[in-house]
């Protein structure tokens, strides 16, 4: 990685970053220089833009919140960079609900709809305020950090406007706007701590959680172009995961990280990034439910449980876990589980279909996992009702069978509990349905042999107007079938 360009100055300012400098006093830089640098470079701007393929989706998730939140000015952050260490960032990625509202994920920005009209009818009008194109005149394109040269071409606010679909401004002049502002507001919190501060007189943290809260709850719904999204994030994976089955051999002879890099290397190429951390849990770590350290050893014998995501590049991620056989043959316990688990699987994916109350999916799954454990003796003389009714099964199943899926993993978050896991399924709606069984490996309340086993079969399911459609449904689930799929990608 390059050091930035470092001026010729004393000793005691040689080490201090060009990106820290402000307000135009870049040290040692000679006037000749300075005045080189601004001319001599083509003009790049692009013109004639088409816009987005998702601008007339965000536009129509504009003018809902508009019409929630009528008169009132409504401010949504994407966020800015994060250090990772001294002077390094960490990867950007924008706010869920900047990106969900404008289909832009550049640092810094800001949406904001100012009430058109005085009436509860007249709507609001949008602007996206951003960072415009590096100044040469000043030289900060490439005297500061985050200057163009450092960093690569952001787009012109006039070539955002095109694209968008938009009107757009300089960002920095935001600020100062907000201060000034009069009226009711709310923020989405927790991403700009600039924009939180312009706004602190001006706006209370439940009225902007009421605003958190109706944008998480505008996702449980996706439109056409999140399903696409949703279904291209899915197919990468399964690529990823084929990807992760070819090179076993070489995770045996090094760690768990073989297969996180492996998998990485798809979701880069296809995507975004991953989703969230990817868990290539071998043997006894798949009973820890987020296994995300992966320096483990992959050993023949042993099952590996892969849950990971591709995140498309419109920030759309899957969710996905597969139990696989390391060596490729389940062994005749490992198999017995992970049947029960696939069976409970079975039940859940079943009961997902529109009108259908939320936990459903929950509920039918937890069941059959019940009537396993009761059949194998684990837990005495109880039946199954009764394991239900004082959920005994939850040592061994941990958690929900599934939640809400989209641009976060865990998606819809900050929905209201009667819109979420108290509500009724519509077509649209994008959940996971993934049981698991874990039997730790120092529980003495199992037999030994069970002790080290965790399997967990989860898939993204889209409600349908007459059922479900199983998004991640390319990759096999059936024991049988798992085993002949990864013999067939081992040649």
Excluded at 16 to 21: T, V
Excluded at 311 to 334: H, K, M
Excluded at 450 to 464: A, N, Q, S
Aim: glycine share 8%; charged share 30%; with cysteine.
């Amino acid at each position: 990685m390059s050091e930035e360009l470092t001026p010729e100055t004393p000793k005691a300012t040689e080490a201090e970053p060009i990106k820290q400098r402000k307000n135009g006093l870049y040290p040692g830089i000679s006037d000749e220089l300075a005045e080189n640098m601004k001319s001599g470079w083509a003009d790049t701007e692009l013109h004639g833009l088409e816009p987005i393929a998702q601008a007339a989706y965000t536009a129509a998730r504009r003018a809902a919140l508009s019409a929630r939140f009528p008169g009132e000015r409504l401010v949504v952050p994407a966020g800015n960079l994060k250090t990772r260490s001294n002077d390094t960032e960490y990867a950007f990625r924008a706010s869920t609900e900047y990106a969900y509202l404008t289909g832009d994920r550049t640092q810094d920005s800001v949406l904001v709809l100012e009430p058109a009209g005085s009436g509860d009818e007249a709507g609001h009008e949008a602007t996206v305020y951003l960072l415009p194109r590096s100044d040469r005149e000043n030289g900060e394109f490439w005297l500061d950090g985050q200057g163009e040269l450092w960093v690569g071409r952001r787009h012109s606010l006039a070539e955002a406007e095109q694209l968008l679909g938009i009107p757009a401004k300089d960002v920095r002049e935001l600020p100062a706007a907000l201060t000034e502002a009069t009226g009711p507001v709310r923020n989405v919190r927790g991403h700009d701590a600039g924009i939180e501060a312009a706004l602190s007189d001006k706006v209370t943290a439940e009225r902007d959680e009421e605003l958190r809260v109706f944008l998480s709850e505008a996702r449980l719904v996706k439109d056409a172009f999140e399903v696409a999204e949703l279904e291209k994030a899915c197919d990468a994976t399964a690529r990823g995961f084929e990807d992760v089955v070819k090179v076993l051999d070489k995770a045996e002879a090094t760690s768990e990280r073989y297969i996180e890099g492996t998998f990485f290397l798809r979701a880069r190429v296809e995507g975004n990034d991953i989703g969230y951390g990817s868990i290539c849990a071998a043997g006894a770590h798949a009973t820890t439910l987020h296994w995300v350290r992966n320096d483990g050893a992959v050993r023949a014998g042993d099952l590996l449980l892969l849950d990971a995501g591709v995140e498309t590049t419109e920030l759309y991620t899957a969710d996905v876990t597969r139990t696989l056989p390391i060596n490729g043959s389940f062994t005749p316990l490992q198999r017995k589980i992970y049947d029960a688990v696939y069976e409970a699987q079975e039940a859940g994916i079943a009961a997902v279909k529109p009108g259908a109350a939320y936990r459903d999916f929950h509920d039918a799954a937890q069941r059959v996992l019940a009537e396993k454990l009761v059949e194998w003796g684990l837990l005495g003389d109880l039946s199954v009702e009764k394991v239900l009714e004082l959920g005994l099964q939850r040592r061994w199943t941990l958690h929900g069978t599934g939640h809400m899926l989209g641009m976060d993993v865990h998606d819809c978050a900050a929905a209201r509990t009667e819109s979420y896991v108290n509500g009724i399924l519509e077509p649209g709606v994008c959940l996971t349905v993934e049981p698991g069984l874990y039997f730790q490996a120092d529980d003495l309340t199992v037999p030994e042999e069970y002790r080290g086993i965790g399997v967990r079969i989860e898939d993204d399911i889209l409600v349908t107007e007459d059922g479900n459609r199983n998004l991640s449904g390319t990759l096999p689930r059936r024991a049988d079938d798992v085993e002949a799929w990864m013999a067939r990608l081992k040649g």
